[in-house]
């Protein structure tokens, strides 16, 4: 019926979870990327599979009343910003709708909102979106190579490629990062600096890395080099030193054959190895390779929610699990009796022992290792302890009549018992979601309130449904727009403890 190359006229009715837009001939559908709800199009058929296709914008017949001008001109080509032709207002109830679906179709939820009077049901909230929904990244991150002239450019990879549309203007990122990357192209320039090339691995700069104290106004400029130094380094950091806010000049040493960006070690070129931030009341210290939220402005909102979701009085005992460098168990350590944080990344943990130090908060305790390997293990441990004869309470006076070694005194960091039976536990996970050795650990320890932050709308649903299989039931859900013209859509989730 369709074979490819074909043309093909279609109205796009829906839009997919990576912002494609959705369409149907003769009740095939025909999944269309830079298409917008509303539009009527002319397409070319690239691909047929058994039940469905995909199509190539060839013309927007009739352009949708969602579809508005894009403010970047490179937006088809970059993906950074899928959804970008679409209105604001529409790219909120778009994302809005995929949280619903998910919580729906994967989590077997019923749903109500704000204005239903019935209890039956998730509380689901109208997503917060934001006033200004450009400009907001306070992180960027510009690969560095050359054209089929052998001109430096800088810019971001086309979608799925690794080829570089040079544009040093982001409109999701900050002004700054223009003037950073004309500084570092015109010294490159003037001083015979070469761009990496992944093809045959030569070449000395491959990436360069600005982030933004959106607060503080410090700027950090992290360098990431195929090799140890930049020959004339003192030029470039006295050039990037004239900017107003530079805090930190800083190399990334990276000689691998490698996708990743950044590499392990860090060399500091001039001023601090870090720079500095406030979400609300907390400061936070960011090096290179810091994990921290890219959208402050709703960062805050996301942190105040999950906070509020916490329902934290000042007695409770709560376990922050994925917690990086400490940036949501900060945030509740001003309302909580002690709070114990999780993270893999030991560079991470040490941050937030740092920025716990830095905010002269004493009531944290942080763990290296994996979430869903440290909770378990910490329970199976203190369970066996706890199965054991425990050690009788000795007062001062007994212990100064004893002779030295006769007491035995049993000696656990914090409260193990508030350890073990937290109040709340929050968990932010990669989006992936959390494994489920960890979610059984989560049941066994019973808390009395569970806070879900999470990134992927489909783990999340999942997730919520094992809980609540037992002894949990979501309360409420707020998402929280932090990816503005991209499809990536944040949410809070307060879920409760059944009382049976």
Not at 75 to 93: F, M, N, V
Request: proline share 4%; charged share 25%.
């Amino acid at each position: 019926m369709f074979q490819k190359n074909m043309e093909l006229e279609l109205l796009i009715v829906d839009m997919g979870v990576d912002g494609t837009g959705i369409g149907k001939a003769e009740g095939v559908a025909f999944f269309v990327k830079d298409a917008v709800i509303g539009d009527r199009v002319l397409i070319k058929v690239m691909k047929m599979k058994k039940r469905y296709g995909f199509g190539k914008l060839l013309k927007v017949l009739e352009p949708s009343p969602y579809r508005v001008q894009p403010l970047c001109e490179f937006y088809r080509q970059c993906g950074g910003c899928q959804i970008q032709a679409l209105d604001y207002a529409q790219q909120l109830k778009y994302k809005e709708k995929k949280v619903r679906s998910n919580l729906q179709r994967i989590g077997g939820f019923s749903i109500r909102d704000n204005t239903e009077c019935e209890k039956q049901g998730i509380l689901f909230h109208p997503i917060i979106g934001m006033e200004e929904p450009f400009f907001y990244r306070n992180k960027a991150q510009f690969p560095i190579g050359t054209d089929k002239n052998g001109k430096i450019v800088t810019g971001f990879y086309a979608a799925r490629s690794h080829h570089i549309i040079p544009n040093r203007k982001c409109c999701l990122g900050v002004d700054i990062n223009e003037k950073v990357l004309d500084i570092v192209i015109s010294f490159m320039e003037d001083y015979h600096i070469t761009a990496y090339d992944e093809s045959t691995g030569k070449g000395l700069l491959r990436h360069v890395l600005v982030r933004f104290g959106f607060n503080t106004k410090e700027i950090m400029v992290c360098l990431v080099v195929n090799g140890r130094r930049i020959p004339h380094a003192q030029k470039l950091v006295e050039r990037l030193a004239e900017l107003s806010g530079m805090t930190s000049i800083t190399l990334s040493v990276n000689e691998k054959n490698t996708n990743v960006i950044m590499g392990e070690e860090i060399v500091r070129l001039w001023g601090q190895g870090c720079i500095t931030d406030t979400i609300g009341d907390i400061s936070y210290q960011i090096s290179p390779l810091s994990f921290f939220q890219v959208n402050p402005i709703q960062t805050r909102k996301l942190y105040e929610t999950a906070l509020a979701y916490a329902g934290l009085t000042g007695t409770e005992t709560v376990w922050d699990l994925y917690c990086g460098i400490g940036t949501i168990s900060l945030f509740l350590a001003q309302r909580a009796k002690h709070v114990y944080g999780v993270e893999i990344v030991e560079a991470a943990i040490a941050d937030a022992r740092n920025n716990a130090s830095l905010n002269g908060i004493e009531n944290v305790t942080f763990f290296v290792g994996k979430a869903e390997e440290i909770l378990p293990s910490f329970y199976e441990d203190s369970m066996q302890e706890s199965a054991k004869e425990p050690c009788p309470e000795i007062s001062e006076g007994d212990i100064r009549e004893s002779a030295a070694g006769e007491a035995e005194i049993c000696k656990v960091e914090g409260q193990p018992g508030d350890m073990l039976h937290p109040d709340v536990i929050v968990v932010d996970p990669p989006r992936k979601g959390c494994d489920e050795k960890c979610l059984e650990t989560i049941l066994k320890m019973q808390p009395e309130r569970v806070v879900y932050v999470s990134c992927d709308p489909a783990t999340l649903a999942r997730d919520l449904k094992y809980l609540c299989e037992q002894y949990y039931e979501v309360r409420e859900v707020q998402p929280v727009d932090m990816f503005p013209q991209g499809v990536h859509t944040e949410c809070v989730v307060g879920i409760q403890r059944k009382h049976i």
